[in-house]
């Protein structure tokens, strides 16, 4: 059917090594970001048809280096 997503919460899961930037979400609000590698967010409810754009800053931590110059992949994860 056609509902409106609402009670919305983000669930991010940075690779090892990437951590969230305190206060750089846009377009949602932290709900809690004790784990920066895991933050989550909350953002408004999202209409039928509608899209809804987050946005953050991440950084990562100079052990990544080495792993990057190795050719590694990272991913991030995202569950609603």
Aim: charged content about 10%.
């Amino acid at each position: 059917g056609n509902l409106t997503l609402s009670g919305n919460n983000l669930n991010v899961m940075l690779p090892p090594g990437v951590f969230y930037v305190p206060n750089s979400i846009a377009g949602g609000t932290q709900l809690n970001v004790s784990n920066p590698e895991n933050p989550i967010f909350s953002f408004i409810n999202v209409p039928v048809g509608a899209t809804r754009t987050l946005t953050f800053k991440a950084r990562a931590s100079c052990d990544l280096i080495d792993a990057i110059n190795m050719g590694a992949q990272f991913t991030n994860s995202f569950t609603h």
